[in-house]
């Protein structure tokens, strides 16, 4: 008997009220339930302690949360680490850090700086939201203000809250994480204007309001027991998501990147002594003084300054000992990142030699370890052309100081497919270049689902498209039959009622011939025939037209969709004038067809009693017929005029060439 497929829970931090982070996350636990096999995602959305306590009860398999919180899971639950980090979404720019805002009312002049604060009643979500409290309490920490002591708190329980106790007057001031502001003015609950931003800051290209130094976004992780697999599945669909998926549109979010590296995070909970490390707090000088000052002043009165210096370099060694411990874990969790995800990662100088790889990046150039690519330049790598181009884009990325997305064809794993490569250029603290890093990921499944996608997109509109043609022929065939059963009512109405008929066929004739072709184009051959066709039919009068050599001479020659319909009117209205102007016991009128330029002309010939005394040019003397002629006759690409043959008949010479056609090289 086949095993039921495990349900996986994801909990996820209620950050805002649950009704509207369950509207907004449901549709990624709908991916993922889609996307990984074997197993099934249920959603949890919950409150930090009430997260805690799931977890300990071991109702848990999946946690996304904020990245204090999840450093704090992470001690006491084992968590594997994160498996990606969140990349949120603001005016179109994508944002992988958080950090806090500091707002106040905007009238209230007597707080301006992060000193003001102090002793003031503070409204905050909760003491253990990073971006609502512990990042605001860090800054403060850094200006001399301690919290909770030196200030007055409000523990409200949700960012949302605390910017209503502001407007309502129930607080100096409120700490709420980056993004809130944003959005709780776009959806009317903020009125502009009404707050202001404490200690602003300015991060480039950071998109939000914040007061505060940023940190790491929120972070995707498993407990131990979820399956490898499973786990792994997990991972690669997060890193699928695509800015303009329909569960990114849904999220409001530009997708999920490779983990990102929490140790600030955790220097801060230190800083702050907040769980885990309330046990074990940074031991600064500030603490020693506070803790030892009648020790240290009965020392330095009694020769104690050896023991201050002793002091000293213990401390020294202390921390130098811990600097190299958070050196080694930080470079070991930034080599098991590079190596465990699925983009090509590099690190290059100045002169373009390699520094650094990661092990997909060795794969990709066919190599079988780091050793073999550090040191060398992209030369010794790949074939020249496609090597001059990469240094190329590194000489622009580093001589203009910006970043640089390419998609381009590229060799990966021994063959050609199309890569999305991004590069950015590298510099030291003091903001001198070291050269440029860069990573890049196979697209080419993404670009055949859209180049799919569109196909599929075009033949659809191109059948609708026949199809609403279709359905107008068929529409005006049967006006013009109305049209024809009132001949005879009314007979001073009928030559009027013949020319609508004969209009109205001209129009149903084109949108027939559109609908046969998925460009919408019209066959000038095919046009004219009907035309002919029609007004024989209605007059009973022949019309002289092209041989069959000639007809296949101009059969590719086809009128443009925009101006089908005006043209068709325009030829009606000559050949009708034709037939109706010429003696009947004359010769019938004739329609030739010729090359001219780089376009054709159609003359209409027939055959008169007595000279015209119209002048088409200028209107004189035109008929209803003729002035229609004038107003449909396209002002690019089409002229008219008028002329007496060697054999006494009038020719309307009708000149056609682009754009009104699309003329093939037969012409």
């Excluded at 099934?40 to 009860?57: D, F, G, N, P, Y």
């Excluded at 068929?474 to 109405?493: C, D, M, P």
């Excluded at 002919?532 to 007059?539: H, K, P, V, Y």
């Amino acid at each position: 008997m086949a095993m039921a497929e495990p349900t996986l829970t994801l909990g996820i931090f209620a950050f805002r009220p649950k009704p509207i982070m369950a509207a907004q996350y449901r549709p990624l636990v709908e991916y993922l339930d889609r996307e990984v096999d074997n197993a099934r995602i249920r959603l949890l959305v919950l409150t930090q302690s009430e997260m805690e306590t799931a977890l300990a009860k071991g109702e848990l398999d999946l946690v996304f949360t904020n990245p204090s919180h999840f450093v704090l899971l992470r001690h006491l639950n084992r968590l594997t680490g994160a498996m990606a980090t969140l990349v949120a979404l603001e005016k179109g720019q994508p944002v992988s850090t958080l950090g806090g805002v500091i707002l106040t009312r905007a009238e209230r002049d007597d707080i301006r700086g992060l000193a003001d604060l102090k002793g003031k009643n503070i409204a905050v979500p909760g003491i253990k939201y990073l971006g609502g409290y512990q990042t605001q309490a860090y800054e403060l920490l850094q200006a001399g203000i301690d919290l909770p002591g030196d200030t007055h708190l409000h523990v409200i329980g949700s960012h949302d809250g605390v910017v209503k106790a502001l407007l309502a007057g129930g607080a100096d001031a409120g700490f709420v994480r980056t993004g809130i502001v944003e959005a709780m003015t776009r959806e009317g609950a903020l009125p502009p204007g009404r707050l202001k931003i404490v200690n602003r800051q300015s991060p480039t290209g950071f998109p939000f309001v914040v007061s505060t130094r940023l940190y790491p976004e929120w972070a995707f992780a498993a407990l131990p027991h979820v399956d490898e697999h499973i786990a792994s599945q997990i991972a690669r669909a997060l890193l699928r998501i695509e800015p303009g998926d329909p569960v990114a549109a849904a999220a409001e979010i530009h997708g999920f990147t490779v983990p990102a590296d929490y140790l600030a995070v955790e220097n801060l909970a230190r800083a702050l002594r907040l769980p885990p490390f309330e046990g074990a707090p940074e031991f600064t000088a500030e603490d020693i003084w506070s803790r030892y000052r009648s020790e240290i002043l009965a020392g330095l009165t009694g020769g104690g300054v050896v023991l201050l210096l002793a002091a000293g370099l213990w401390l020294g060694n202390r921390r130098l000992r811990q600097a190299e411990a958070a050196l080694r874990k930080s470079e070991a969790s930034l080599g098991a990142l590079l190596d465990n995800t699925p983009y090509l990662m590099w690190l290059k100088d100045r002169e373009g030699r390699f520094l650094a790889v990661n092990k997909a990046f060795v794969q990709s150039a066919g190599k079988t370890g780091a050793a073999e690519i550090v040191g060398k330049t992209d030369f010794d790598l790949w074939p020249e052309a496609l090597a001059a181009r990469y240094r190329a884009d590194d000489a622009e990325v580093m001589s203009g100081g910006r970043q640089k997305l390419i998609e381009a064809e590229e060799i990966h794993r021994g063959r050609r497919c199309w890569m999305e490569t991004f590069k950015t250029p590298i510099r030291d603290d003091d903001g001198q270049l070291l050269g440029t890093a860069g990573f890049a990921r196979d697209i080419d499944e993404r670009r055949q689902r859209e180049q799919r996608r569109q196909a599929e997109e075009m033949a659809h509109r191109d059948t609708l498209v026949r199809e609403v043609h279709h359905r107008i022929k068929n529409n005006l065939q049967s006006v013009a039959g109305l049209l024809h059963r009132e001949l005879g009512k009314y007979v001073e109405l009928d030559p009027r009622l013949e020319t609508a008929i004969t209009q109205v066929h001209a129009i149903a004739a084109v949108h027939g011939l559109q609908s046969a072709t998925p460009n919408e184009t019209t066959p000038l051959i095919a046009t004219i025939e009907q035309i002919c066709r029609t007004l024989g039919d209605q007059t009973q009068r022949a019309i002289h037209w092209l041989p069959d050599d000639r007809k296949a001479r101009f059969g590719q020659i086809r009128i443009h969709r925009d101006e089908a319909v005006a043209v068709a009117l325009v030829l009606n209205e000559l050949l009708l004038n034709a037939v109706k102007h010429s003696p009947e016991n004359g010769p019938q009128p004739s329609l030739d067809i010729a090359a001219e330029g780089d376009g054709i002309r159609i003359a209409i010939a027939n055959a008169v009693a007595v000279a015209p005394g119209f002048d088409f040019d200028t209107s004189t003397g035109v008929n209803t017929g003729l002035r229609l002629v004038r107003s449909l006759l396209p002002e690019q690409g089409a002229t008219l005029r008028y002329e007496m043959d060697p054999q006494g008949r009038l020719v309307a010479n009708l000149s056609l060439r682009e754009p009104v056609l699309h003329i093939k090289e037969t012409v």
